[in-house]
């Protein structure tokens, strides 16, 4: 499974993205795929995790209400919507498969089998 992401850039405080993540196509064997990101200095840190099959998600509370995942099984490809952005969103961010678990423990866990290359994004005046 091969993921690419693409959306990022800078943005002002305040400001929205949307990531995009086009997989090599969303299969069984991968059920669970989710953001992570990865400040300079800063450990990994899940942001959103979804089920392909039943579209349960999982977001970090520091995102709650401000980031939405989503995904488009026809197109195989995962969403996330940055809204109300902050500097401390600032980081690398990376989109990721898992075959085991729950997307719960897929994002607090930060367990995966599969890593995109990541995107970066920065939000700063």
């Known amino acids: 499974l091969q993921l690419v992401e693409s959306g990022g850039g800078l943005v002002q405080p305040g400001g929205s993205l949307r990531l995009s993540c086009a997989a090599s196509g969303f299969t069984p064997t991968y059920p669970n795929i989710g953001w992570f990101r990865q400040a300079p200095g800063k450990e990994r840190e899940g942001v959103s995790c979804?089920?392909?099959?039943?579209?349960?998600?999982y977001y970090a509370d520091s995102v709650k209400g401000r980031f939405t995942i989503s995904r488009d099984n026809a197109k195989n490809t995962l969403y996330l919507q940055l809204n109300s952005l902050k500097p401390e969103d600032t980081a690398d961010y990376y989109c990721a498969a898992s075959r085991f678990g729950t997307v719960q423990d897929m994002c607090v866990y930060s367990v995966a089998d599969n890593w995109g290359q990541g995107t970066q994004v920065t939000v700063s005046s």
């Open positions: 979804i089920s392909v099959r039943d579209g349960s998600t």
